[in-house]
């Protein structure tokens, strides 16, 4: 079966500071993972997914994600932390004819 | 545009009533799916559709309804049977189930509350 797991369920950053969000699927075949952010009372929108190719992932607003296997990780990061960040971020892991099945979620707040 | 839309946004129900939530996509995507959000939950998949009129159930299942007589159309209907239906609830549609063409697009959302 597979799984994923987001490492803390809220995080604070003040604006300008890297932004680390973390990811952890478990996966008995090599995964496609995703990354979705959701601002209130909003439907979830893709920032980025990796599908098997470069394992450096770049997505919108400046997010990127690496593919670690050996990690079995897939952290989001972003240089630069924006107050239009502010969002609930999901990691999702999918395999060839499976479901998607996501994480419980990480709510990143930013100070000014 | 392309998208996915959700009617209504806001919905109110009493309690022994069955309400129907729509979700459209014009993506002419195959895969439709109905998830339930509930605070510090995440998203929970409540049933989903991989071609016209066939349906899968998710994990939560019980309390719920749905029919896929049409690619761009995929209703759910809460019956009176759901004990607990006030929550936000999300459609989303992909290309197809699984690998890489399971990148899921959603709708805006429906907020079901039981008075």
């Known amino acids: 079966a597979q799984s994923v797991t987001q490492l803390g369920s809220h995080v604070s950053v003040s604006e300008g500071a890297l932004v680390l969000l973390r990811c952890n699927y478990s996966s008995s075949v090599p995964p496609y993972l995703f990354w979705y952010v959701q601002y209130p009372n909003q439907g979830l929108q893709l920032l980025l997914k990796?599908?098997?190719?470069?394992?450096l992932v770049k997505g919108i607003n400046g997010f990127e994600a690496e593919f670690k296997k050996s990690e079995t990780s897939f952290h989001l990061t972003k240089p630069s932390a924006h107050m239009s960040d502010a969002a609930e971020y999901f990691c999702?892991?999918?395999?060839?004819?499976?479901?998607?099945?996501f994480g419980t979620g990480t709510r990143l707040q930013v100070f000014p | 545009d392309g998208g996915i839309t959700q009617s209504p946004k806001y919905l109110f129900r009493k309690e022994g009533q069955n309400v129907t939530l729509s979700c459209e996509q014009n993506?002419?995507?195959?895969?439709m799916y109905w998830y339930r959000q509930d605070p510090g939950q995440g998203l929970r998949l409540i049933y989903y559709s991989q071609i016209v009129n066939d349906f899968q159930k998710g994990d939560i299942a019980e309390g719920y309804s749905v029919s896929r007589e049409k690619k761009e159309s995929f209703p759910l209907t809460v019956t009176s049977a759901q004990k607990n239906p006030t929550a936000f609830y999300l459609c989303a549609s992909s290309i197809q189930l699984g690998g890489a063409y399971n990148e899921q697009f959603f709708g805006p959302g429906t907020r079901l509350t039981v008075l």
């Open positions: 999702a892991v999918t395999r060839n004819t499976d479901k998607l099945i």
């Open positions: 993506l002419n995507h195959d895969a």
């Open positions: 990796y599908t098997s190719a470069a394992t």
